[in-house]
């Protein structure tokens, strides 16, 4: 296991702490989520569902994750994004196709989209302007595309079919849903995909070369820009992974906001994470999304609508405590 | 022997800053030839101006074909490998994913090309995984011209490979240049402060001088004549 850990550290975006608090705390937080399960099945069943929702915000978070290591921007509007590619995948599904053809049809289509938005808004945005301003032009974006989503497909609710058949799995008790299941699953794939895709194809080492040290990587004959758009691209089927999982969820209704509260808890995640790293982002997630239904089942005064601002109280509580997020590095500037 | 690139008349400047006044050059098939100069006398500049990292004007020709007005990528993509000076290597990435990079532009066995190169860095086998920003300064500088070798460039462009090495590892450094040159006839323009080296290395040399060519000739024209060596070559 601490051969594993430590290959992950040296190879992954992995950026360890000096410490050995982070990793203790983490391990401890495993500890109590399985002691507590194996002692009530409702705490079971809800770290199960915490893990799913944070599965959901995980894919988000790593979207935006790896665009902020390539350009340091922010993208706002990776949740909208992932709304618009929803209903892309529901529009498919209307005109007849049936769920994985769409899933797998919309994914390419969210590549595209991705790339040509980080080529159309984005890239002479960040050409003449700093990255504030292409912030700002992602915060356009948002505001553009969600009033597209409503514009074209309309206000009202949607409904998505589900991917899985309804079904609950009994296990000593505690009561899985399937749907829970398959979307720790779908997240967990989509993530390990991707680190294989940076690990072992040759685009995705030019993709991280081109993040580090862009003009190194031109010499080499690496075309940086192009790693740029593609990088989008990537976000934008992380971020409809997301989009599709969250409007399969049975407390997520697809609408045009659907994405905007996913979003601050993805970012929330990637800030405790440390934002340059992907792991980070990922374990932020699911440490959100199950602090989160944990916090919602057992704390009576802890009502949903109270549960976005407990968030950025984590948020706020782990950047007091570590600056530069669980897994961030300590950024060194020498003047 | 051909001519592989030929400057003339070649300005570049960094905003308002003049960095070179029509510098001319040319480099043969197969020649290592040193760019020598006090700071700031327009090296670097020049080295940048063949690899399209600093804004130029002139003519600038590799093999007959023009490469004014390409960018990096694209000048690597037709055999220029440019090592710059100091970080030549990815610190964050390991000794392997490094050369894997090198060899971007180029398609074919990357296994056959890091036999290649490992027959000149032997040591580099046994350290593949390690991250390169963990290796010493003078390892770091071999793994640039490693990388640069699995390019497998018609011309490398070298900007100070001698910067703050031992001198044991110069020497090296620079032995190895020489094989490079001599078994896979790879062209070489050398930039370098250690001028006694450089004459060594070098079949011809050019002196830079406030960013125009002051003299040029053998290296041993160069290391012969007292004035120039005192006063340009500190030596």
Excluded at chain 1, 82 to 89: D, I, L, R, S
Aim: glycine share 10%.
């Amino acid at each position: 296991m601490t051969a594993v850990v430590a290959a992950l550290e040296r190879r992954l975006w992995f950026r360890p702490s000096t410490s050995w608090i982070v990793p203790a705390a983490l391990v401890g937080v495993a500890v109590f989520l399985v002691v507590g399960s194996l002692r009530s099945s409702l705490f079971a069943q809800q770290t199960i569902s915490g893990l799913a929702n944070g599965g959901i915000y995980a894919s988000l978070a790593v979207a935006l994750v790896l665009i902020y290591r390539a350009t340091e921007v922010i993208n706002f509007a990776q949740g909208a994004l992932a709304t618009f590619t929803t209903y892309v995948a529901w529009q498919l599904m209307a005109w007849g196709l049936s769920y994985w053809p769409a899933f797998a049809c919309t994914l390419g289509i969210a590549f595209a989209g991705g790339f040509l938005v980080e080529l159309v808004a984005i890239r002479p945005v960040e050409r003449r302007g700093s990255q504030i301003t292409a912030v700002i032009a992602a915060i356009g974006l948002l505001i553009l595309v969600e009033g597209s989503v409503g514009w074209i497909w309309g206000n009202q609710v949607k409904f998505m079919p589900a991917p899985f058949p309804s079904h609950i799995y009994n296990v000593g008790g505690v009561a899985f849903s399937r749907q829970d299941l398959s979307t720790i699953g779908i997240s967990i794939a989509a993530v390990l995909v991707l680190w294989l895709f940076f690990r072992f194809t040759k685009v995705g080492l030019a993709m991280r070369a081109a993040a580090v040290r862009p003009q190194a990587a031109r010499l080499v004959g690496v075309r940086v820009s192009w790693m740029l758009s593609f990088g989008w691209g990537l976000a934008a089927v992380l971020g409809a992974v997301a989009g599709m999982m969250a409007a399969a969820s049975p407390s997520v209704l697809l609408q045009p906001s659907m994405m905007d509260g996913i979003l601050i808890y993805a970012f929330a995640a990637a800030v405790v994470g440390g934002l340059e790293s992907a792991a980070g982002a990922v374990i932020g997630a699911l440490l959100i999304g199950v602090l989160l239904n944990l916090l919602g089942s057992y704390v009576s005064w802890v009502t949903p609508q109270l549960l976005l601002p407990v968030a950025f109280v984590v948020m706020l509580i782990v950047l007091l405590v570590k600056p530069s997020g669980l897994f961030g590095r300590t950024r060194v500037r020498r003047v | 022997m051909g001519v592989l690139l030929t400057l003339s008349d070649v300005d570049a400047r960094y905003g308002q800053v003049q960095a070179l006044r029509g510098v001319g050059l040319t480099v043969d098939e197969g020649e290592i030839v040193a760019i020598l100069g006090a700071n700031g006398a327009g090296k670097t500049t020049t080295l940048r101006a063949i690899s399209g990292t600093v804004r130029r004007r002139g003519t600038i020709e590799l093999a007959g074909r023009s490469v004014a007005r390409k960018g990096p990528e694209a000048t690597a993509r037709l055999g220029v490998a440019h090592v710059p000076e100091g970080r030549g290597t990815f610190s964050e990435l390991t000794v392997w994913e490094n050369l894997r990079l090198g060899a971007y532009v180029r398609r074919g066995s990357l296994r056959e090309d890091f036999r290649r190169v490992a027959e000149y860095f032997p040591w580099l086998e046994a350290r593949r995984s390690q991250q390169a920003g963990t290796l010493s300064g003078g390892e770091q500088q071999m793994l640039a011209l490693a990388r640069a070798v699995m390019q497998r460039p018609r011309l490398l462009l070298l900007d100070e490979p001698s910067l703050g090495l031992a001198p044991l590892v110069v020497a090296e450094i620079f032995r190895i240049i020489r094989e490079l040159n001599d078994r896979e006839g790879t062209a070489v323009l050398l930039v370098e402060q250690n001028a006694r080296t450089s004459l060594m290395t070098a079949s011809r040399a050019y002196v830079l001088e406030v960013g125009r060519v002051a003299f040029e000739g053998t290296s041993d024209e160069l290391a012969s004549q007292d004035a120039i060596r005192r006063s340009y070559l500190g030596y």
